[in-house]
């Protein structure tokens, strides 16, 4: 097959789109995608000034997501002095696995000159997540208790490093996935909150004084390209899946948009197209109903916002210690 525009041997076919692509126009169509995202969302204000940038902390695990959306916003943005980077790595305790994944982080954070944190479920929890997975005090799926803490961590540190936005690599899937378990669940609640949480335009959103607002600029972009992209630039990341990943229902999930996408090119995008729009219209919805949400306060034990007196993470911490 040859490129539909230069008539180059195609690395890739989009059966979405119809597209043949070669290396160079593929890897075009990646970064346009990524930055028509960062436009449409609005992510750089017009304040923003070199006297007052904004801050940006890139949640980096060393996988092909986040290693190609720190590439891509770091040659987009590096020379802008409008825009700060740093990116932050969490290790969860688990032998071999996280390492491999940090080192390779290290690697991309020293090749792009970009400012590095690592923050770990030992230091920060006393916990690590290989000991949690062999006593699991909840008896609950591993990625149950690595949820709530890399959720706490990422979003205490953003915080402690003054992120006005806190970037994360979900894409084109990871939101289609998300966006359907929703559905499937009757979640209307959530689908109102994932507007204002991470998908919407920042014009859009509601303003939140407790959390550090969210984005994925990666999320118009389908797996298997972000992982072809990361191959074709030889990247730094690490590829291997986590050994504890155990999320039996978005696994399924995962599989039938499989198929549905192979049967039906493009129901990912159809999705989140929908789904973006719905979910703007709930959460518009949600507000005039006087939003419904509960009044956060600091945790008794870690001062963390939460809606109860001892937050989620500290009640798992505290099983984990005592079971």
């Known amino acids: ?6 008539g180059a041997d195609a690395v890739m076919h989009a059966a979405y789109s119809g597209a043949h692509l070669c290396e160079s126009h593929f890897r075009e169509s990646v970064e346009r995608r990524v930055r028509r995202r960062v436009r449409e969302d609005d992510l750089l204000p017009d304040d923003a000034t070199p006297e007052d940038p904004e801050r940006w902390v890139i949640g980096l695990s060393g996988g092909k997501d986040s290693v ?3 590439t891509i916003l770091d040659e987009t943005f590096a020379e802008d002095p409008r825009v700060e980077m740093v990116a932050l790595s969490i290790h969860e305790g688990i032998e071999g696995y996280r390492d491999e994944s940090l080192a390779a982080c290290e690697e991309l954070t020293a090749d792009l000159e970009m400012r590095h944190e690592v923050v770990g479920y030992e230091d920060e929890l006393g916990v690590r997540m290989d000991d949690v997975v ?6 609950m ?6 949820g709530v803490f890399r959720r706490d961590l990422l979003e205490t540190y953003a915080e402690d490093l003054g992120a006005d936005k806190l970037l994360t690599g979900h894409n084109l899937d990871d939101e289609a996935q998300t966006a359907l378990m929703n559905f499937l669940e009757g979640d209307v609640a959530q689908m109102a909150k994932h507007f204002d949480a991470s998908i919407g335009p920042f ?3 509601r303003e939140s004084e407790h959390f550090v607002p969210r984005a994925k600029p990666l999320r118009d972009v389908p797996e298997k390209e972000v992982a ?3 191959h074709l630039r030889d990247l730094p990341s690490h590829m291997a899946e986590c050994p504890h990943a155990s999320e039996a229902y978005r696994g399924e999930i995962q599989q039938l948009l499989l198929d549905m996408e192979e049967r039906h090119p493009g129901v990912r995008h159809s999705i989140m197209a929908g789904y973006e729009e ?14 419904n949400s509960p009044d956060l306060s600091p945790c008794e034990r870690c001062g963390s916002k939460t809606a109860r007196n001892v937050c989620r993470k500290c009640e798992l911490v505290a099983a984990i210690d005592t079971g």
């Open 203 to 205: 014009p859009d959103r």
């Open 68 to 70: 190609v959306l720190a």
């Open 278 to 291: 719905l979910s703007g219209v709930l959460a518009g919805e949600y507000r005039e109903d006087g939003d």
């Open 228 to 230: 072809l992209y990361c």
């Open 134 to 139: 062999e006593d699991d005090p909840e008896n």
């Open 141 to 146: 799926a591993a990625c149950a208790y690595c």
């Open 1 to 6: 097959m040859n490129c539909d525009r230069c």
